[in-house]
């Protein structure tokens, strides 16, 4: 195995502690590797007014794969409050920089993967007609297109007179909003492409074909939102029909298949989204595996082999003040392991997936959202374990 150097980035609140956990365990199991930190998150955005400088960004490009922690977002108008004063004067807008990772390194490919692990008390459950109770196994791989739509950042508070202009040329928005005053009128856009659409439908169905998945969904809108999810499907039957017709192509809405994911979540295999909606039903997803102490994510870019590998939990800044860290560090172990994946690594990956679900099966370990517990400074000494404790547990089974 070449050593590689890693990029980490812990960003803000708990992000540095799940991700020293993720790194232990990844020695344990015998990755070698060189680890270099990234500045990125919020007190960059204070101190400096840039949360993302691109010191950190030429560190990426040069490495090309990282592991990031968690990120705090805040509204604009509080973003801009606690900026030093001195930029206060510099009309400095925040934006996310995970977001801005995404869109600088063309990073459009989100894969989130969702499968219960048995033995977690957390899994979803439901009432059998005879009033029992059944467990469905999920195992459902969501790609979202990381870089479009309606994070794609192009939007207006009091558009520009040619914007507004231009939006008086469609009669929908002449009849609804045309007798609005420009300055009461915000706009954000959902904008596809083709080339990026094409690009996560064929991410969906060859993983399908790999994995042996035996359909893909497609959950969108086309109903209502004829345009931009009208076209998402339209480019999977073509792509379905001319090269995969051995998998099955399925047609939700977003807000359907949030019903159907608690009737039968068993049915579903790879799912295919834009970005909000990619967002919404992979946490939706979440939720039947036991939270967002056990949702992975990789992002990245099949052409430059640049890869951003996360949870998808928040910084969650109250517990990062504890003075011992209490949350979950399986989201974070589990990107480690779809990084091990992405660089060609996937017997090792296996080995650290193996000894996660030992650890979980097992029971004797289990952090407060496991225990099913308040997250409150007080729960180690009601039985749950650490942050640490849980990576222990891990590097034992390895």
Same mark, same amino acid.
């Given at each position: ?161 040619q914007v507004h202009d231009a939006l008086m040329t469609h ?24 080339? =990026? ?44 029909? =001319? ?140 039985? =749950? ?14």
């Amino acid at each position: 195995m070449v050593k590689r150097t890693i990029v980490t980035l812990p960003g803000d609140g708990i992000g540095r502690a799940v991700l020293d956990q993720a790194t232990r365990v990844l020695d344990a199991a015998g990755f070698e590797a060189n680890y270099v930190e990234g500045d990125i998150g919020w007190e960059f955005w204070k101190s400096e007014g840039d949360p993302l400088p691109q010191r950190t960004l030429d560190l990426i490009a040069k490495h090309k794969i990282a592991l990031f922690g968690a990120i705090t977002s805040k509204p604009k108008d509080d973003a801009f409050a606690e900026l030093v004063p001195e930029l206060q004067k510099q009309n400095l807008i925040y934006s996310s920089p995970i977001v801005g990772l995404r869109q600088h390194f063309g990073l459009d490919i989100c894969l989130r993967p969702c499968r219960t692990y048995k033995g977690n008390p957390l899994n979803f459950i439901r009432r059998t007609a005879g009033g029992g109770v059944d467990e469905p196994t999920v195992d459902v791989a969501i790609f979202r297109q990381n870089t479009e739509g309606l994070y794609g950042g192009v939007e207006w508070s009091n558009p520009p007179g040619q914007v507004h202009d231009a939006l008086m040329t469609h009669p929908k928005f002449m009849s609804n909003f045309g007798d609005t005053p420009i300055d009461e009128l915000s706009v954000s856009t959902r904008i596809f492409t083709r080339k =990026a659409t094409e690009r996560i439908l064929r991410a969906a169905f060859e993983y399908a074909q790999k994995y042996d998945y035996t359909s893909v969904t497609v959950c969108e809108k086309p109903n209502v939102i004829r345009e931009t999810s009208g076209m998402m499907y339209k480019m999977a039957r073509d792509i379905q029909k =001319a090269e995969f017709s051995e998998i099955e192509l399925w047609n939700t809405n977003i807000d359907a298949q949030m019903m159907w994911l608690t009737k039968n979540p068993e049915n579903y295999g790879v799912i295919v989204a834009g970005n909000m909606f990619g967002d919404i039903v992979s946490d939706g997803f979440a939720g039947l595996i036991g939270g967002l102490g056990f949702a992975s994510s990789a992002q990245y870019n099949p052409e430059t082999g640049v890869g951003v590998f996360e949870p998808t939990h928040g910084s969650a800044p109250r517990y990062a003040d504890y003075p011992v860290s209490i949350v979950n560090p399986i989201a974070m172990i589990e990107s480690a392991c779809m990084m091990l994946d992405f660089i060609g690594e996937q017997a090792m990956a296996f080995r650290v997936r193996n000894a996660v679900a030992e650890v979980v099966m097992e029971g004797k370990v289990r952090t407060y959202d496991m225990a099913k517990l308040a997250g409150t400074a007080d729960v180690i000494d009601k039985g =749950a374990a650490s942050t640490q404790q849980m990576a222990d547990a891990i590097i034992a089974k390895l």
